[in-house]
């Protein structure tokens, strides 16, 4: 059987995962399926700003250097995670007692320093994440309550400074639909292009969740940033369910990957399609959301569930 990367090729799409580096390190199985099944890659972990500056001034970028080394041996392109975010910040920031000069200046340097680091081997950076509160206030972080609302013109106009061929993304989580937070999404990208500010696209992260019930409107909202001129991404695709896993659940869990990847072959622009993680074996969500996950395409076995042959016959069937 062809795999996902190839019948995405066909809409002109790029399919791609989160890689975990420690099971990429470890177990030969999601290795193969990283390589084979997907064109490309975002780090779930080891280019986010604790894992880069430990220490002050002490960098390792050790293990997303071997992260885009992978990929450049797969034929892959490789989605930069993550610039700015107020989460999974190195401890010596959080603590620190900087003036707002001074924190302005270590941001500017971590975003100059990391983009030309990876300057040529990123394909898309996600310069600021999650940025917005469900009713589309900006959300309380250190950058806005130090730097105020322009740190985020700042970190895409840094950005581009450092490799002006970089595509820049905003990114965030349910923004997938129409509502307060992706219009205030939409307000301020189109206020960003307005302004010249270079921003190239928006991510939607697209985590569901079938106790939820599945979003509709998807494509809709996906369209009217496609008229702004910018490039669309699904950027963190899975859907949990209460565990334990069952036919129906798993029915529903495929229709809501179906419901992600059609929305992104509807507009132009789309053009990438990510899961964070592909196997049940490695996810983030039975630790922050106990008693829920098997939220991936395949199961902790390796063996591929409804969610990953719907995707296929979707990208087959256009
Ligand atoms: O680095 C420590 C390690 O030293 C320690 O031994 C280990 C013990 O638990 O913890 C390690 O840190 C963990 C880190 O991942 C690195 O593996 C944290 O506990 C864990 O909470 C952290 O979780 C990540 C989460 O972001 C935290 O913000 C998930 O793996 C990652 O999937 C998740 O990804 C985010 C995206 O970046 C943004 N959008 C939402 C998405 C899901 O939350």
Redesign the pocket.
């Known amino acids: 059987d062809r795999p996902l990367r190839q019948l995405a090729a066909d809409d002109h799409l790029r399919v791609g995962t989160?890689v975990?580096m420690?099971a990429l390190a470890d177990d030969a199985a999601y290795r193969r399926l990283a390589g084979s099944e997907f064109s490309t890659v975002t780090p779930?972990?080891v280019m986010?700003w604790?894992?880069i500056e430990p220490r002050q001034g002490e960098y390792d970028y050790a293990p997303a250097d071997r992260l885009v080394d992978f990929a450049r041996k797969h034929g892959q392109k490789v989605r930069g995670?993550?610039l700015v975010?107020h989460?999974?910040l190195p401890s010596w920031l959080t603590s620190g007692d900087f003036s707002a000069d001074q924190l302005r200046e270590i941001l500017h340097r971590h975003i100059t320093d990391t983009v030309r680091h990876f300057k040529g081997r990123v394909w898309q950076w996600?310069v600021v994440?999650?940025a917005f509160n469900e009713d589309g206030t900006l959300r309380d972080s250190i950058w806005l309550r130090e730097l105020g609302p322009g740190y985020i013109a700042d970190a895409f106009r840094w950005a581009h400074e450092a490799d002006p061929h970089a595509l820049l993304f905003y990114?965030d989580?349910n923004t997938e639909w129409t509502g307060p937070k992706s219009d205030a999404v939409h307000d301020l990208v189109g206020r960003l292009r307005a302004e010249g500010v270079p921003v190239d696209g928006v991510g939607f992260?697209g985590?569901l969740g079938i106790q939820y019930g599945l979003p509709t409107g998807m494509a809709a909202n996906f369209a009217r940033f496609d008229k702004l001129g910018l490039a669309t991404a699904v950027?963190?695709a899975d859907v949990r369910m209460p565990l334990p896993a069952d036919a129906d659940k798993l029915a529903t869990q495929a229709e809501g990957y179906r419901l992600l990847l059609d929305a992104c072959l509807r507009t132009r622009h789309c053009i990438s399609f990510t899961v964070?993680?592909f196997t049940d074996k490695y996810?983030?969500?039975p630790?922050?959301f106990p008693g829920e996950g098997a939220a991936n395409l395949y199961d902790e076995g390796y063996r591929p569930k409804p969610a990953y042959r719907t995707l296929r016959s979707e990208l087959a069937g256009r």
Do not use: F, I, L, P
């Open positions: 989160a975990d420690s779930e972990n986010k604790e894992a995670h993550v975010w989460n999974q996600d994440n999650e990114n989580y992260q985590h950027t963190e964070w993680g996810s983030w969500v630790g922050t």
